[in-house]
């Protein structure tokens, strides 16, 4: 049992390039979020889906287009990248929005440089 | 709004001493709180959870934390620190109707042997 996957594991990037950020879960959550980690600051929530088909924005969404074209993939996409968007990313699933605990991918490792 | 407070940066403890961790919440209605630990360069591990019932919460490793409703607080204790409890630890809180996991900004533990 897998849980949750995020691929990859580490990313450099060049200022102004895009990529997606991939998760996929296996326990056929409903829920589903990303967060990025900074020092100091937690984890801040960027975007979060409730069910497939649906995403709302979460503290700190600026700069991040999200997807969740099935009930197992939710990915995340900077569309171009810039230095501040250098931090640790995490997916993370629950069962639904009355869940009593989220299940966390191991993270992203993301440079922009 | 929910918010979660962690007032210390850092805990430093002497192995086999007691070790607490602070952590305070704001919400509307009931909380749901968690502990998560995330060791370097990991993850992040699911410690333990309060939703009801109990006020002291028994958990992973020996962590336990108490919910006391009347000082908005949920701290983390462990009787007898080990070495290998150096990590960052987040206070979690979900409201009971809401959707998102809101984090704290972490407390880095240090038990120096």
């Known amino acids: 049992n897998a849980g949750v996957t995020q691929t990859p594991k580490f990313q450099v990037l060049k200022t102004g390039q895009s990529m997606t950020l991939q998760c996929a879960q296996d326990m056929n959550h409903n829920s589903m979020y990303w967060y990025r980690q900074d020092p100091g600051m937690g984890l801040r929530l960027i975007y979060y889906s409730a069910s497939e088909g649906t995403t709302d924005k979460g503290e700190v969404p600026n700069g991040y287009n999200v997807s969740r074209l099935n009930k197992r993939e939710f990915s995340l996409r900077l569309e171009s990248a810039a230095p501040s968007q250098t931090s640790v990313y995490f997916c993370?699933?629950?069962?639904?929005?009355?869940?009593?605990?989220?299940?966390f991918g191991q993270g992203t490792r993301l440079t922009v440089v | 709004a929910q918010s979660v407070a962690q007032p210390e940066d850092q805990v430093n403890v002497a192995e086999g001493n007691p070790l607490t961790v602070k952590c305070t919440y704001s919400?509307?209605?009931?909380?749901?709180l968690f502990w998560y630990v995330q060791y370097p360069n990991r993850g992040l591990q699911f410690l333990l959870k309060y939703i009801t019932g109990d006020n002291l919460v028994k958990g992973s490793y020996g962590f336990e934390a108490e919910f006391n409703k009347s000082q908005t607080s949920f701290h983390l204790k462990k009787p007898s620190a080990l070495v290998s409890d150096s990590a960052l630890y987040f206070c979690v809180l979900k409201g009971n109707y809401g959707q998102n996991f809101v984090f704290g900004p972490g407390t880095r533990l240090s038990v120096l042997p």
């Open positions: 993370a699933s629950a069962p639904g929005p009355y869940a009593t605990e989220a299940f």
């Open positions: 919400v509307s209605g009931n909380p749901y």
